[in-house]
């Protein structure tokens, strides 16, 4: 069985603009005469490969913890595209998903330089989708995320963000993509991964 990890390696991963970066904190040492080593974290719950709840932009959202684990763990397709998403492209990849595998066109995961558009964002929310992922450190424009994230979260879609694929080939694939159960939090890190078919 083929896994590829599509996480990023949480220290020296891509930060989004103004976020804090996570850093590892040493509390105990085996070679200092401790017991054991240990390590406190101290991150952003977005840092990294990380999803987020609809808390994130909605006030009323769920927070992660009340976001049900089948949005997170399924068939997904892996749809490369670069640029702008517009409306046409979201029904293209939707289309190309469902006849690879109608289960997998509730996970859709976009390889590429892309920015989900508004209007796109509306296709996938009318579509019902359970997840959409992306390899930038937020879905809409890096300036101005808010419209597209108001309009997907809205939509109850959780968004994975910050994966790598690069060494993935467009299809169909079971992503397993679990957040931390952060009670209370707008969103979290994850560790996910595709596994062929």
Excluded: W
Aim: proline share 5%.
């Amino acid at each position: 069985m083929k896994i590829y990890d599509i996480s990023q390696e949480v220290f020296g991963c891509e930060v989004y603009p103004g976020d804090p970066a996570p850093e590892k904190e040493i509390k105990l040492r085996i070679e200092d005469g401790a017991v054991c080593n240990l390590s406190a974290l101290h991150m952003c719950a977005h840092n990294g490969t990380h999803v987020d709840a609809p808390y994130h932009f909605l006030n009323d959202g769920k927070t992660i913890d009340q976001v049900a684990l089948e949005r997170f763990v399924g068939y997904a397709y892996v749809a490369e595209h670069n640029g702008e998403i517009s409306a046409d492209d979201a029904v293209a990849i939707l289309e190309k998903a469902r006849k690879a595998n109608e289960e997998s066109a509730k996970r859709i995961l976009v390889k590429g330089d892309a920015t989900v558009t508004p209007e796109a964002a509306k296709v996938f929310a009318e579509a019902g989708i359970f997840l959409f992922g992306n390899e930038s450190q937020t879905v809409g424009p890096l300036d101005s995320p808010m419209a597209v994230h108001l309009i997907m979260l809205g939509a109850e879609i959780v968004l994975l963000e910050g994966i790598r694929l690069s060494e993935v080939p467009e299809g169909v694939y079971l992503l397993h993509a679990a957040p931390l159960n952060l009670g209370g939090a707008d969103g979290a890190p994850c560790r996910a991964t595709l596994m062929c078919l």
